[in-house]
């Protein structure tokens, strides 16, 4: 596979972790800019890792990734899309909603804007591609996608207000949603 095929196969994985970083970018939690490092490179380092399994994996667990992905990335987005809505209308029952740039929360995150990396490193696997240039790329990819996400989406956070955080909500629900869709209709 050549290199460009592989940069528009980074960039098309790299959208999710985009568009959550654009969604984390606007809530009320706003990140700094060492947490919006942290979180982007979270975002690359699980995107490259999860690829780097799949090509690992093989073809022994390709049935069952192909089963359950599309749930588990539904369930982790929805979850954290619900809090985040909750809390830009005022609804959640912490007095501070949980930073999406740390602990368990950036893990969720981490694993649900990763989990189709994995079948494209099992597909990468069939059909022979170099694997460390492929996981070096959706890793770098990732990492500025999800850094200018989260500037992006912290300027307009920064002007709209909470409102912007129901609409994050809104948009980690819709790709959660996006997702299960597109592997049920498939």
Same mark, same amino acid.
Do not use: C
């Given at each position: 596979?050549?290199?460009?095929?592989?940069?528009? @196969? +980074? *960039? %098309? &994985?790299?959208?999710?972790?985009?568009?959550?970083?654009?969604?984390? #970018?606007? =809530?009320?939690?706003?990140?700094?800019?060492?947490?919006?490092?942290?979180?982007?490179?979270?975002?690359?380092?699980?995107?490259?890792?999860?690829?780097?399994?799949?090509?690992?994996?093989?073809?022994?667990?390709?049935?069952?990734?192909?089963?359950?992905?599309?749930? @588990? +990335? *539904? %369930? &982790?987005?929805?979850?954290?899309?619900?809090?985040?809505?909750?809390? #830009?209308? =005022?609804?959640?029952?912490?007095?501070?909603?949980?930073?999406?740039?740390?602990?368990?929360?950036?893990?969720?995150?981490?694993?649900?804007?990763?989990?189709?990396?994995?079948?494209?490193?099992?597909?990468?696997?069939?059909?022979?591609?170099?694997?460390?240039?492929?996981?070096?790329?959706?890793?770098?990819?990732?990492?500025?996608?999800?850094?200018?996400?989260?500037?992006? =989406?912290?300027?307009?956070?920064?002007?709209?207000?909470?409102?912007?955080?129901?609409?994050?909500?809104?948009?980690?629900?819709?790709?959660?949603?996006?997702?299960?869709?597109?592997?049920?209709?498939?």
């Amino acid at each position: 596979m050549d290199i460009l095929t592989t940069v528009f @196969i +980074a *960039f %098309g &994985l790299a959208m999710d972790a985009f568009a959550v970083s654009l969604g984390v #970018g606007t =809530g009320s939690t706003r990140p700094d800019r060492r947490s919006m490092y942290r979180l982007a490179f979270h975002f690359g380092l699980f995107q490259g890792l999860m690829t780097l399994l799949g090509w690992l994996a093989g073809s022994t667990i390709s049935q069952w990734i192909a089963s359950v992905d599309h749930w @588990i +990335a *539904f %369930g &982790l987005l929805f979850f954290v899309g619900i809090n985040m809505i909750r809390s #830009g209308f =005022g609804g959640s029952s912490e007095k501070h909603p949980a930073d999406p740039t740390r602990g368990g929360m950036m893990v969720m995150l981490s694993v649900a804007t990763s989990i189709d990396a994995a079948a494209v490193g099992l597909s990468l696997a069939f059909i022979e591609t170099p694997i460390w240039r492929a996981v070096t790329l959706i890793t770098i990819i990732t990492f500025g996608l999800s850094l200018f996400g989260l500037v992006f =989406g912290r300027k307009l956070g920064e002007k709209l207000g909470s409102r912007m955080e129901v609409v994050g909500g809104l948009v980690l629900v819709g790709i959660g949603i996006r997702i299960l869709v597109e592997h049920l209709g498939a």
